[in-house]
């Protein structure tokens, strides 16, 4: 009955690796996001995608890719990851672009 | 925060009322909201507040939005210690709905039984 999940909760990887991240909404919303969280917990919008065009891209580098096969996902591929990567990822939906956002869990990355 | 800005922490003992306050700069933002992030877990979208309200009551949770002062409030009555967590605002920033969220940086609400 998830209403926005990821997968996964946690991701542990090397410096220099490529990882993905994946996220589904089944409340039937248009548009779905990519948050991150740094260690003092300050949120910062990534990405936004509604019915899988891209609507913001908040200036983040391009070894972040978002990529949205239907309006029910929103995956996040990062390359080359870096020390700083380390954070948690939210993905969140809202039924549109000017309604409340529904979170996720969250995505708790760690790199080595 | 990015222009949103809270205060960092609050403490108060169970049974008495929590006020968290928040200040924003965008005028045109349509939706105030409050989310609640317990430990570990995700965002919970608590409450929002319409701009064109300036109340909005929700069993235990008032929300006050004074838009001359760009001030928005959450009041907690009779906390409880299941209400420790940290209590982000946020506005719906720019006027072509872009969705984009803008966060205040937390505060963390601490209930001593």
Known sequence: DTAVSQTPKYLVTQMGNDKSIKC???????????????SKKFLKIMFSYNNKELIINETVPNRFSPKSPDK?????????????????????????????????????LSIL | GEDVEQSLFLSVREGDSSVINCT???SSSTYLYWYKQEPGAGLQLLTY?????????DQRLTVLLNKK???????????QTGDSAIYFCAESRGSSNTGKLIFGQGTTLQVKP
């Not at chain 1, 589904?24 to 740094?38: A, F, P, R, S, V």
């Not at chain 1, 380390?86 to 996720?104: K, T």
């Open chain 2, 69 to 79: 002062d760009k001030h928005l409030s959450l009041r907690i009555a009779d906390t």
């Open chain 1, 72 to 108: 029910a996902h929103l995956n996040l591929h990062i390359n080359s990851l870096e020390l700083g990567d380390s954070a948690v990822y939210f993905c969140a939906s809202s039924e549109s672009s000017n309604q409340p956002q529904h979170f996720g869990d969250g995505t708790r």
């Open chain 2, 24 to 26: 924003y700069t965008d």
């Open chain 2, 49 to 57: 507040i319409f701009s064109n309200m300036d109340m909005k009551q």
């Open chain 1, 24 to 38: 589904e909404q089944n409340l039937g919303h248009d548009t779905m996001y990519w948050y991150k969280q740094d």
